[in-house]
């Protein structure tokens, strides 16, 4: 059973996508079928409203973390009621969950939306084109008749010249039609895109946020996963584990699972039995959610979490080896992180090129690095994470 908190919190950031996804879809709706549209993205302000759009909502999300942490832990017995504040919502917008630019990423819909159209353009341009070909072949067969007809055929000759001169207009107005239709759909469907982009930037947001609030919070050891029931199979497997504080959240794109921060010693009453759901639903909902060959062999009595494989298509959401995912976003002259990395090097006599951006660190990187909570909190801090 997830905590009144985290319910009351993921409808708090439900809203927030909701209305956010209301107002991409006007932005977006300023495109033009008939423009171009890299032109028009990128000369029309459509592109800035997108990103101001997101990375205010970012904010939204990111400030919603601190108030979700004290509420959470308060209503679990591990700590009092407080309203402390430890974030800097502003440093988690206007950047994406992998470190790149939110206007990097969401500009992606552009050329998404010209591949979108080259496909459906092809669809139908055989066809046309065919046709296009046999009312010009009909009109020049036509055209070479009257130049040979009789003058008392002269205006029947006539005549089919013109019904195939009619024929090649209305082709021609057709396929033009046919190829603004085609435009609207592939900017509907890149639509689609963006939103679950701008869904996917989101989610990510307010989990770096949720899981920077956590390190600072030592009366919880780690987090369970919070389902928003029906989930697919590899949340629902991951849904019945505890993680420490510090481990990576493997999310696919448009997983909108949160974290419930909890001791190791209550854990138990906030993960999922997955055997227990899984044969709580109907055996149409099985096949639908599990797949049928899987679905079956669970019923047979095999292990659900050796039937679903929980790591295939999911990733953190920095992904690192022996280098480092890091951002540059917030490292101007007047963002947060360079001010507080300004600070830092100045505190400890060090110096940086002119120019030259400060290495930010994302907040998954900083936790799978750090030596441990404190070191954790310091490089938050460090990096304009939290205050």
Not at 29 to 40: I, S, T
Not at 216 to 230: D, Y
Not at 267 to 272: E, V
Not at 347 to 354: I, L, M, Q
Request: charged share 25%; with cysteine; aromatic share 6%.
């Amino acid at each position: 059973m997830s905590p009144k908190a985290s319910v009351d919190y993921y409808r708090r950031q439900q809203n927030i996508l909701f209305r956010l996804l209301l107002a991409l879809r006007l932005a977006w709706r300023q495109m033009d079928p008939k423009a171009k549209w890299p032109e028009q993205y990128a000369e029309d302000g459509i592109a800035a409203q997108i990103a101001l759009l997101v990375s205010s909502a970012q904010v939204a999300a990111a400030t919603e973390a601190d108030a979700y942490l004290n509420a959470v832990l308060a209503e679990l017995a591990l700590a009092e009621a407080s309203d402390s504040k430890v974030l800097a919502p502003a440093a988690f917008a206007g950047v994406a969950g992998s470190g790149v630019a939110i206007e990097d990423v969401l500009g992606i819909t552009v050329p998404r939306a010209g591949q979108a159209f080259n496909r459906l353009r092809a669809t139908t341009a055989r066809r046309a084109d065919v046709e296009l070909e046999q009312a010009r072949r009909a009109l020049s067969e036509a055209e070479e008749a009257a130049g040979r007809a009789p003058a008392d055929r002269r205006d029947l000759a006539d005549d089919a010249v013109r019904q195939a001169q009619r024929r090649i207009t209305d082709l021609e107005l057709v396929n033009a039609r046919t190829t603004e239709e085609n435009a609207q759909a592939a900017l509907d469907e890149a639509e689609t895109f963006l939103e679950h982009v701008a869904s996917t930037i989101l989610a990510d947001t307010a989990r770096a946020a949720e899981k920077a609030a956590l390190a600072t919070r030592n009366e919880a050891e780690g987090w369970v996963r919070m389902l928003n029931l029906p989930s697919c199979p590899r949340c629902i497997v991951q849904a019945g584990q505890f993680f420490r504080w510090n481990d990576g959240f493997e999310r696919h794109p448009l997983c909108d699972c949160k974290h419930i921060p909890a001791s190791e010693a209550i854990a138990g009453d906030l993960t999922l039995d997955a055997d227990a759901y899984f044969h709580s639903l109907s055996r149409e909902d099985q096949d639908l959610i599990f797949g049928r060959a899987d679905a079956e062999a669970i019923r047979l009595g095999a292990d659900i979490s050796q039937v679903v494989n929980a790591h295939r298509g999911m990733q953190v959401a920095q992904v690192f080896d022996k280098d480092v995912a890091i951002t540059l976003e917030g490292t101007t002259r007047r963002g947060l992180a360079n001010q507080a990395l300004t600070t830092r090097r100045r505190n400890t006599g060090g110096t940086r090129e002119a120019g030259a951006a400060p290495i930010r660190l994302m907040p998954e990187t900083i936790l799978a690095q750090a030596r441990d909570r404190d070191d954790a909190t310091r490089l938050l801090a460090l990096h304009g994470y939290i205050l």
